[in-house]
Each structure stands twice: as structure tokens, then as C-alpha cells.
T-cell receptor, first 114, second 111 residues
Framework: DGGITQSPKYLFRKEGQNVTLSCEQN?????MYWYRQDPGQGLRLIYY???????QKGDIAEGYSVSREKKESFPLTVTSAQKNPTAFYLC?????????????FGSGTRLTVV | QKEVEQDPGPLSVPEGAIVSLNCTYS??????FMWYRQYSRKGPELLMY????GNKEDGRFTAQVDKSSKYISLFIRDSQPSDSATYLC???????????FGRGTSLIVHP
């Protein structure tokens, strides 16, 4: 079955550590996205990529980095510069140019700083 | 003022009730409107997608868009406990594929 796989489901980070969240899709979608979800704040866009080897900052990119070396993969690194990284992280993909109607989300990674 | 306003709830209804979930928005250029359902600790899933004004029905779900009032609604008929989830509205400008999301409304359907 086609879909998006995020791993791990739960992740714990110590202060000062970088951690990488994995996102893989087999939907042959061009565009991929990373969102952060906090209680009461909805979804906030971190980074997005429309094509391999290209990506753009979203609304809250500070303290995060991404890469898009393959169409299927869009990993997110939460760096030590991100001061409040505890959140639920969602990866999504879409067929470019469909006005957001083709969004498919992964099941999310819950990151906790310990 | 946020571009998309959505009451976070929670909205608690008895099983079988008709549920009305709503969003208002300020940018009249939004053209595509979506509703996503998100179960606890899961990613959102697309429920309904509509373009411009009017109604769209899919089983127990009806999405309604009133562009003149900048108001969209999702109606759920014969609500079930399995409908208990957070419902997110989202909308995009024409030519953009980055949606603006509402904060989500938590719905609880009790038996």
C-alpha cells in the first residue's frame, strides 16, 4: 500500500543533541513538507520541498534543517539551536499543483526533550 | 487576527446527533477548502475537499462553503463514537499548494 512512513514514533533528546526524524513516501509525490503541531496552535510549517535537491523555509525554520536527496525521502534534523523542540512532528506529501488537496500525512513522531 | 479561525472546543454531543463544525477566514482569495480528521496521536487524514462556494456530500459528511460570508462548515449526520477526533479546516490560495490550517476542533461523541 502507498503511504508515508515516519520513524521513530517516539524520540527522546537530551539537551544539546541533534536528532533526525525520518520521512519516507512511496506515493511518487513531488512535494514533501514538515509540520510541527503543538497543543492549541494547530499545524505550523517548518520546511517544504517541491523537487529533489531543493527546499524552502516555512514559517518556523529556525533550529531545523532538511535535505532532499531522493524523491522518496525528506529527513528533518532538529538541531541544538531549537530552543523548544518538544512537539509532535508531522511529515506530509502532495502532488504538486493541486491546491493542497493531495496532502497525505504520516503518523507523526513525538519528540520529547529530557 | 489569524487568517483562519476555528473554535478549539471541545464539542461534546450524544451519539446520533448532527454535528456542525465551522471555520471563518479573512482572505477572500482562498479558493480551495479542505477538512481533515485527526485521531489522537495520529496524522491528519483528508476528509473533504471543495473548490469555491457550494455543498459537497460524502456519506454522512457534508462540506459547505460560503465565500460571501468567508465561512465554511462540516456537517456530520448520525454521529458515532468513532467520529471522536480533532477536525482541522484548511484552505489554499489559487496557484498555491501550501494550505493555511485552522487550529482544529476537538469533537467527542459519547454513547
Amino acid at each position: 500500500d502507498g503511504g508515508i512512513t515516519q520513524s521513530p514514533k517516539y524520540l527522546f533528546r537530551k539537551e544539546g543533541q541533534n536528532v533526525t526524524l525520518s520521512c519516507e513516501q512511496n506515493l511518487n509525490h513531488d512535494a514533501m513538507y514538515w509540520y510541527r503541531q503543538d497543543p492549541g496552535q494547530g499545524l505550523r510549517l517548518i520546511y517544504y520541498s517541491q523537487i529533489v535537491n531543493d527546499f524552502q523555509k516555512g514559517d518556523i525554520a529556525e533550529g531545523y534543517s532538511v535535505s532532499r536527496e531522493k524523491k522518496e525521502s525528506f529527513p528533518l534534523t532538529v538541531t541544538s539551536a531549537q530552543k523548544n523542540p518538544t512537539a509532535f512532528y508531522l511529515c506530509a506529501s502532495s502532488i504538486e499543483g493541486l491546491g493542497g488537496s493531495g496532502y497525505t500525512f504520516g503518523s507523526g513522531t513525538r519528540l520529547t526533550v529530557v | 487576527q489569524k487568517e483562519v479561525e476555528q473554535d478549539p472546543g471541545p464539542l461534546s454531543v450524544p451519539e446520533g446527533a448532527i454535528v456542525s463544525l465551522n471555520c471563518t477566514y479573512s482572505n477572500s482569495a482562498f479558493q480551495y477548502f479542505m477538512w481533515y480528521r485527526q485521531y489522537s496521536r495520529k496524522g491528519p487524514e483528508l476528509l473533504m475537499y471543495t473548490y469555491s462556494s457550494g455543498n459537497k456530500e460524502d456519506g454522512r459528511f457534508t462540506a459547505q462553503v460560503d465565500k460571501s460570508s468567508k465561512y465554511i462548515s462540516l456537517f456530520i449526520r448520525d454521529s458515532q463514537p468513532s467520529d471522536s477526533a480533532t477536525y482541522l479546516c484548511a484552505m489554499t490560495l489559487g496557484g498555491s499548494y501550501i494550505p493555511t490550517f485552522g487550529r482544529g476542533t476537538s469533537l467527542i461523541v459519547h454513547p
